[in-house]
């Protein structure tokens, strides 16, 4: 037997699920608009229309709350295993562009960068949350790379992850955030590395 309550509850993700997303992309679309430092709770509680203590209950202060929402737009990042490195950074590559156009928020880390040079703290959340879990990935894809044989085994992996990304954000700031040529760059960047990583035909 149901009662009153049960029959009047809406269908979907239960309120304080539809809350939590919708303060995090709030705060995610301020933090392109007006930036870190001009941010306000009050215009993430406006946009979200949401209560305050809604807000305030969750996150005691803007800081936590831009570190929740960083982690919002970077978590999905999957680390792909096809057997070959062209297709596994063609998935990482389209996963972020998707990530990137579902939170609504492509030009955000051009923007965080910029703010997080002045901010310690922020450019800490920034890095923990946003960049070192993205270069993680490409990592892993890259090492997997490495003992497949497909990429010499003396490679730095790290100069690696920045000549792959750098010419990527390069892209993405002198298109004005566009992210199509991102996703069209992308493996393009990485044929032109692979004659220089990949191994002596001997060693293949």
Same mark, same amino acid.
């Given at each position: 037997m149901t009662g009153p309550a049960t029959? *009047?509850?809406?269908?979907?993700?239960? %309120?304080? /699920? *539809?809350s939590h997303e919708?303060?995090? %992309?709030? /705060?995610?679309?301020?933090l392109v608009e007006v930036g870190y430092e001009r941010l306000t709770?009050?215009?993430?509680?406006r946009r979200a229309g949401v209560g305050k203590a809604t807000i305030y209950r969750r996150w005691p202060s803007k800081?936590?709350?831009?570190?929740?929402?960083?982690?919002?737009?970077?978590?999905?990042l999957p680390l792909p295993d096809t057997g070959a490195l062209r297709s596994d950074y063609a998935v990482v590559c389209a996963s972020a562009v998707a990530i990137a156009e579902d939170r609504d928020a492509a030009l955000l880390m051009p923007r965080l960068l910029a703010e997080a040079s002045r901010d310690a703290e922020l450019h800490a959340a920034f890095e923990a949350a946003l960049v070192e879990p993205r270069r993680s990935v490409v990592r892993a894809v890259l090492a997997r790379a490495r003992d497949r044989g497909e990429i010499r085994a003396d490679i730095d992996l790290e100069l690696t992850i920045d000549m792959l990304v750098g010419p990527?954000?390069?892209?993405f700031l002198i298109t004005g955030g566009d992210l199509r040529p991102i996703a069209e760059a992308a493996p393009r960047v990485l044929d032109a590395l692979l004659e220089g990583l990949s191994p002596p035909a001997r060693d293949r």
């Open positions: 029959e *009047r509850r809406a269908p979907g993700r239960p %309120r304080s /699920t *539809r919708a303060i995090v %992309r709030a /705060t995610l679309a301020l709770m009050e215009q993430v509680q800081t936590e709350l831009v570190k929740d929402a960083i982690v919002f737009f970077s978590s999905e990527l954000i390069y892209k």
